[in-house]
C-alpha cells in the first residue's frame, strides 16, 4: 500500500494537532466500518444483535473513545493508560459490555506509531507503520502491563485460564509487579494462544496483510468483482472471510475449543475457494456467507479476534488514503 501523491499531501500538512485528529479519525472509522459490514459470519453487525450486546454499542463505544485515540496519535509511551481510559470510555458509554478491547490492543500501538511517522515527515507504508509499531510495543513497561490487567475487569473481557499470571489470581498483579513483567513480556508468554498477542510479537504482520487485501480490492487491482453501493462493504466481509480461513480464531478457542475454532476457519476457506473458483463474483457467495453467518450465530459463535484483525487493517488502509 504505497501511498499516492494525493495522500502524502494530505499526510504532510497533517502536523501538529491535525495529525493527532486524522489518526484519531481513521482509528475511529475503522471501527465504525467493521461492525456495518455484513454478512460478516458470527459477528454484530447492522443486521445482527446478541442477547446483551447490540450493533449500536459499537457505534457508542467507536464514538465515545475518539479523544483517547487522539490523545495517543501524539505520544509514543504508555499503550497500557491508553486502553485502560479506552476501556472505561467505552464502558460510560454503553451496557454492552466488551465491544472493542482486543481492537483497542491493536489501534493504540498503531496509531502511535503513525503520529510519529507523520510528525517525522516518514513515509507511511504497511511496512513502516508496522515496524515502528513493534519498536513501540517492545518498549512497554511494567506499568503498561498492570494497566492491561486492570482494564479486563471493566471490559468483561473473556480469557483462558493459564498457569502464569492468571487473571483469576488476584495475585497476579501482584507477581507481575515483583516479577517486573513488561506489557511485551505478556504478551510473549501469550502470542502461542492469541492472536492479538502474536500480533504484538509478529509485527502486526496480519493487520498489514488484511490492509494490503483491502486496498487492492478498492483500488480495482485485485480480482475480486464487486460492484454498486456495496463496493467498500463486500471488500470488507471478504478481507474478514481471507483472515478467519488463514488463522484460527482465538476467542473462539477461548470460548469453544481447538476443534470448534479450525473447523469455523475450514468453512470460511471453502468459501474463499468457492468464490474464487467461480470468477470472483460476490454474488456467486452471497448466499452461502449467509448461511454461514447465521449458522454460526445459532452457535453463539463469534470470530472475534478475526474482527479485531479487520479493524486494524482497515485503519492501516484508511491512513495510507484507501476512500470509498
Known amino acids: ?22 489518526v484519531a479519525r481513521c482509528a475511529q472509522l475503522a471501527m465504525l466500518l467493521e461492525v456495518s459490514a455484513h454478512p460478516k459470519p458470527g459477528n ?8 446483551d450486546t447490540t450493533f449500536e454499542h459499537f457505534l457508542a463505544s467507536s464514538v465515545a473513545v475518539y479523544p483517547i485515540l487522539e490523545e495517543a496519535a501524539g505520544i509514543e509511551h504508555g499503550i497500557g493508560r491508553s486502553v485502560h481510559k479506552a476501556v472505561l470510555e467505552s464502558t460510560a458509554w454503553q451496557k454492552g459490555g466488551n465491544t472493542h478491547f482486543g481492537a483497542f490492543l491493536l489501534l493504540f500501538p498503531l496509531a502511535m506509531a503513525a503520529g510519529k511517522l507523520i510528525r517525522n515527515c516518514k513515509e507511511l507504508t504497511p511496512e513502516t507503520l508496522t515496524e515502528e509499531a513493534l519498536n513501540i510495543v517492545k518498549e512497554t513497561d511494567v506499568e503498561d502491563a498492570v494497566q492491561i490487567y486492570m482494564s479486563f475487569g471493566p471490559a468483561g473481557v473473556k480469557v483462558r485460564k493459564v498457569d502464569e499470571f492468571d487473571l483469576s489470581d488476584a495475585k497476579a498483579i501482584e507477581d507481575i509487579e ?15 494462544y492469541d ?8 509485527g502486526f504482520t496480519r493487520c498489514a496483510e488484511c490492509a494490503r487485501i483491502l486496498t487492492k480490492e478498492m483500488e ?21 472471510l481471507k483472515m ?10 477461548t470460548k469453544f475449543d481447538r476443534h470448534t475454532a479450525k473447523e469455523v476457519s475450514a468453512k470460511a476457506g471453502r468459501i474463499i475457494y468457492k468464490l474464487e473458483d467461480s470468477g470472483n463474483n460476490m454474488g456467486n457467495i452471497l448466499p452461502e456467507i449467509r448461511n454461514f453467518d447465521e449458522d454460526l450465530l445459532e452457535r453463539n459463535i463469534n470470530p472475534g479476534s478475526t474482527a479485531d484483525i479487520t479493524i486494524g487493517g482497515l485503519f492501516i488502509s484508511l491512513l495510507g488514503g484507501m476512500r470509498f
Not at 244 to 253: S, Y
Open 1 to 22: 500500500m504505497k501511498t499516492k501523491q494525493g495522500t502524502k499531501e494530505k499526510l504532510s500538512k497533517a502536523s501538529g494537532e491535525n495529525t493527532a485528529s486524522y
Open 44 to 51: 454484530i453487525d447492522r443486521d445482527h444483535d446478541y442477547e
Open 178 to 192: 515483583k516479577n517486573c513483567t513488561t506489557l511485551f513480556q505478556l504478551m510473549e508468554i501469550s502470542s502461542s
Open 195 to 202: 492472536l492479538i498477542a502474536k500480533e504484538w510479537t509478529s
Open 220 to 240: 480495482g487491482k485485485g480480482t475480486f468483482i464487486h460492484s454498486g453501493n456495496s463496493r467498500i462493504n463486500h471488500v470488507i466481509v471478504y478481507a474478514f
Open 244 to 253: 478467519l480461513a488463514a488463522d484460527m480464531d482465538t476467542f473462539i478457542e
